[in-house]
């Protein structure tokens, strides 16, 4: 049972334009919903992360934004440079200590 | 300051062998997960520790798995009589308090042939 569902898969973005990712989960208990990146051979990085209390948090470039009643949250990275590219996990945590992770999306942000 | 790291960074073993992978935590960390990271899987939680305590084993796929931390810091990821399926980046992290934000180290390619 995969508890949060990401899109797209992978995603093609011009320099400079805005990549948007989006999570959707099911688990009522999850109050903390994270993003990392990752690089290949790297380990994952956290980026931003959100809890239920608000509905929007940016941190430079990157923007979350959280609708609870949906039950989904987004990444937004703005003005989209090619050291961007990676591969983008959103997460959810609950209930437990445990991260529960998305499919991952690779970015791609062509020059 | 220093972040997770983990050792080795590669490993490749017969099957059948046994393996033993290693994570030091953030110095002063006192929570420490483990997650494996594969193709068709995505990253899977496969255990958390609080101190020594591992209050949370649910994640680990067999009695072939186990994992120990000492003295609240190094811990060790075992995997007994490795399979090809056990094949995959083991993953460590670790946060400074109950729920905190985590932090990975690069990972352990394990690959069993």
């Known amino acids: 049972q995969q508890q949060v569902k990401q899109s797209p898969q992978s995603l093609i973005v011009q320099k400079g334009g805005i990549s948007i990712i989006n999570c959707a989960y099911e688990?009522?208990?999850?109050?903390?919903f994270p993003w990392y990146q990752q690089f290949p051979g790297k380990g994952p990085a956290l980026l931003i992360a959100i809890r239920p209390d608000v509905s929007e948090k940016k941190e430079g470039r990157f923007t979350i934004s959280f609708n609870k009643s949906a039950k989904q949250f987004s990444l937004h990275i703005m003005d989209s440079q090619p050291g961007d590219s990676a591969t983008y996990f959103c997460?959810?945590?609950?209930?437990?200590?445990?991260?529960?992770f998305g499919k991952g999306t690779k970015l791609t942000v062509n020059p | 300051g220093a972040g997770v790291s983990q050792s080795p960074s590669n490993k490749v073993t017969e099957k059948g062998k046994d393996v033993e992978l290693r994570c030091d935590p953030i110095s002063g960390h006192t929570a420490l997960y483990w997650y494996r990271q594969s193709l068709g899987q995505g990253l899977e939680f496969l255990i958390y520790?609080?101190?020594?305590?591992?209050?949370?084993k649910s994640g680990l796929p067999s009695d072939r798995f186990s994992a120990e931390r000492t003295g609240g810091s190094v811990s060790t990821l075992t995997i007994q009589r490795t399979q090809q399926e056990d094949s995959a980046v083991y993953l460590c992290a670790s946060s400074s308090s109950w729920k905190g934000e985590q932090y990975f180290g690069p990972g352990t390619r394990l690959t069993v042939t």
């Open positions: 520790f609080q101190g020594n305590s591992a209050p949370d």
């Open positions: 688990n009522t208990a999850f109050d903390y």
């Open positions: 997460a959810a945590q609950g209930g437990s200590e445990k991260l529960v």
